[in-house]
């Protein structure tokens, strides 16, 4: 989703943007970005020479969201089947595979968990386009 916001500041190879607030902000339960108050932080790709106060475009890439969900969603099921099948070798009756494959989807989230919260995604919102050189106010 494209969203608009303010530089606030500038870093080596990311910037802050304050989001402005839309009307899809007054209904979001996102807690991180309500904590945050709007800032995130971007990533410039186009290259362009930024300053604090210009108005620019935000979005996350279509094929980055794309392997952050497979990456999301895949660890939990291939711990089900792998618990499946091994205790399918091991000739358990069904209701034990079952509920050792669920066992092993479980084992696997919270490990996917545990090491998302170690190394965050790297993958966010990057700078798309400058909208005006530069804003002398923003209202959230």
Known sequence: MIERGCIETIGEETVTVRQERGIACFGCMNQECKNTRGLIIARNATGRELRAGQLVETDIPGASILIETLGALLPP?????????????????????????????????????????????RTGPEIIRVLDAARTEFTD
Do not use: I, K
Request: proline share 4%; net charge positive; glycine share 14%.
């Open 77 to 121: 099921f291939l711990g089900f089947a792998a618990a499946y099948l091994v205790s399918g070798l091991l000739g358990l009756p069904e209701s034990a595979r079952a509920a050792l494959g669920a066992l092993g989807l479980f084992a696997a989230a919270g490990l996917l968990y545990l090491y998302r919260r170690s190394f965050p995604a």
